[in-house]
């Protein structure tokens, strides 16, 4: 199936999602999800991950749920969850190596019926990640490294910014006085762009604009990947 863009009816219906947010309602219209969402989230992540492919040629595009693909029903059993049992946003991810994939540097993006959401780098931190950026970033060359790579990406004017820090103390090892320490406050480590929804409509238009970011943002990508070649199995 070649991708032609996601279905026009994809967004409403995630809209409808939004005000019938039960499995019960989700079970009869769901012939609508696979054809508006699943199928062509299928084609897309073919034809993207052949694009990727010459920017990583590790890149893993695997068009299966719970690879590159996300469940649509929410795990409503973890403390502090959501507690609607359907996702209203569809994401897709691109990661890289053999390394659990969310936890592995990756192309990111998903869209909700307001946004599509592009980022890059590993968005949070389990702890075998986060002990190897910190230790990582202890040595002031590569502090100093993503520190550019963060400003360089900005530096483009075209939007994309990085997410905020999620820690107030130093953790061992840093300190105020050291250059850069405050990258050693974030819980994850990505650049990210918000656009219009609508574009996900167009194919071209969809994997063109998406190529420009992730090439954009690939040396996060390749500084995280490095890092994340690090972790420590627990």
């Known amino acids: 199936m070649e991708f032609q863009g996601f279905h026009e009816k994809a967004l409403p219906f995630l809209k409808k999602i939004r005000v019938n947010n039960n499995k019960e309602w989700f079970v009869l219209h769901k012939h609508e999800y696979?054809?508006?969402i699943l199928n062509p989230s299928r084609a897309f992540v073919l034809e993207m991950g052949e694009h990727l492919q010459a920017l990583v040629p590790t890149i893993n595009a695997e068009p299966k749920i719970n690879k590159s693909l996300y469940r649509i029903y929410r795990d409503t059993r973890r403390m502090g969850a959501n507690k609607m049992p359907i996702?209203?946003?569809?994401g897709v991810i691109f990661w890289q190596?053999?390394?659990?994939?969310?936890?592995?540097?990756?192309?990111?993006?998903?869209?909700?019926?307001?946004?599509?959401?592009?980022a890059v780098g590993?968005?949070?931190?389990?702890?075998?990640?986060?002990?190897?950026?910190?230790?990582?970033?202890?040595?002031?060359i590569k502090r100093k490294e993503l520190w550019e790579i963060l400003t360089n990406i900005k530096s483009l004017g075209k939007g994309y910014t990085h997410l905020e820090k999620g820690y107030k103390r130093y953790p061992r090892g840093f300190s105020a006085d050291m250059e850069y320490a405050e990258l050693s406050l974030y819980k994850g480590m990505a650049t990210f762009k918000t656009l219009p929804a609508e574009i996900i409509t167009d194919g071209e238009r969809l994997i063109d604009t998406?190529?420009?970011?992730?090439?954009?943002?690939?040396?996060?990508?390749?500084?995280?990947y490095e890092v994340s070649l690090k972790v420590k199995d627990e």
């Open 122 to 140: 590993v968005r949070w931190f389990e702890k075998p990640m986060l002990d190897a950026f910190r230790e990582t970033i202890k040595d002031d």
């Open 210 to 224: 998406l190529y420009e970011i992730y090439e954009d943002m690939l040396p996060l990508q390749q500084f995280m």
């Open 97 to 118: 190596g053999n390394i659990k994939r969310m936890q592995s540097s990756s192309f990111y993006m998903h869209f909700s019926a307001e946004e599509l959401y592009v």
């Open 87 to 90: 996702k209203e946003r569809i």
């Open 34 to 36: 696979e054809e508006y």
